[in-house]
């Protein structure tokens, strides 16, 4: 029989209510049409994708921008979780070479495109140049400047996967925070803003952004870490970090992560109220709070409104928090690689090391 394993109520107390844009079945459809035409997954995973809904998430997420912003932010959550998928399966060396062709047609969108560029290739272009006539220049900047490092980062997860290499829970996190996208997810919010520099690279402001970050990064490992199990691509996952440094099982991981979520709340909490008041009648910096916000709970609303994590008994789990542990591929175990030293009880946990 499997391990029950339980999840934690991450959201109880959440500052903001789950909401939709008004713009969002139409803008969907438009996005689904829009990615037709990219080279296609295998079977089996071109399915399991089609299912998930990508654009819904940026309904979710951005519920008050126009529709032309929401269909450029459907259509890049889309390319977010294509580049995502294709690249599980990808060398480190494949992977870098594509990083590398869509960083070029991004910083330089007016070249012409090769002869051999894909189909992937050509729809980045064609985004990229509507949302930079669409974007204030400084917010444009600073999305480019995060994709890159997305699309860069992703590289070295790839060449982990290839050598099987767990991080440490430091160094995890230096490369989590920048695969995981959440800083391009936040900027996209922003495109029709512009938040002075001066604002936004003050050191408060900075944590501030990592704070949200990290928000991101716990909740989404934490929900996908049975997925990622199931398809031997778990070793990229902050709970096997912290299986490996902390000599946890999978709940333990599971309730020590869940337990550096909710510390993660109350300093996001404190800073952003005194970020505010610091920078008080800059609307834009409470636009960017707000959305770093909304952004986690439009992440966990997406998370149990499509099968993308737990497929048909997600309802189950969103009502019971439980789920059964996944048994890890042949020749992709992780659990193997370090000893366990037992677990730990959810209600040992007071604090967590930062």
């Known amino acids: 029989m499997s391990e029950t394993i339980t999840l934690p109520n991450l959201l109880a107390g959440w500052p903001c209510a789950p909401s939709i844009s008004p713009y969002h079945e139409e803008v969907i459809r438009e996005t689904k049409a829009w990615t037709e035409g990219y080279q296609p997954l295998s079977p089996k995973s071109q399915a399991r994708f089609d299912r998930c809904n ?29 580049y995502d998928e294709i690249t599980d399966v990808k060398t480190g060396s494949e992977t870098r070479k594509l990083a590398e062709r ?52 992703v590289c070295e997860e790839a060449e982990d996967r290839e050598i099987k290499r767990v991080r440490n829970i430091q160094e995890y996190l230096a490369l989590r925070q920048v695969t995981v996208a959440a800083d391009a997810v936040f900027f996209l919010g922003l495109l029709h803003i512009d938040i002075p520099e001066t604002v936004m690279s003050h050191p408060m402001v900075r944590r501030l952004t990592l704070l949200g970050n990290h928000l991101t990064c716990f909740h989404n490992d934490i929900y996908s870490y049975n997925f990622e199990r199931a398809r031997g691509v778990h070793g990229h996952n902050f709970v096997t970090a912290v299986m490996k440094e902390k000599g946890l099982g999978v709940q333990g991981a599971i309730s ?11 300093e996001f909490m404190e800073i952003a109220s005194q970020a505010s008041t610091l920078f008080a009648g800059e609307e834009g ?12 709970v439009a992440l966990d609303e997406w998370s149990f409104l499509t099968p993308r994590y737990f497929e048909e008994k997600r309802f189950q789990v969103r009502r019971t928090l439980t789920i059964q542990l996944a048994p890890e591929p042949q020749e992709r175990e992780y659990d193997s690689l370090f000893a366990m030293k037992g677990e730990m009880e959810l209600c040992q946990i007071t604090m967590v090391d930062q």
């Not at 910096?285 to 952004?295: A, E, Q, T, Y």
Request: with cysteine.
């Open 102 to 153: 869509l960083i070029a047609v991004m910083r330089y969108p007016t070249t012409v495109l090769l002869e051999d560029d894909s189909i992937l290739v050509q729809k980045t272009r064609d985004l990229w140049l509507r949302t930079l006539a669409f974007s204030v220049s400084s917010s444009a900047d600073r999305l480019l400047s995060s994709l890159e490092q997305f699309m860069l980062a």
């Open 256 to 266: 020590y992560s869940g337990t550096l979520f909710q510390q993660t709340v109350l």
């Open 285 to 296: 910096l409470n636009v960017h709070i707000g959305c770093m916000l909304n952004v986690v």
């Open 54 to 82: 990508f654009p819904l998430m940026a309904a979710l997420a951005y519920p008050e921008v126009s529709r032309e912003h929401l269909r450029l932010a459907a259509d890049f959550m889309m390319w977010f979780w294509y």
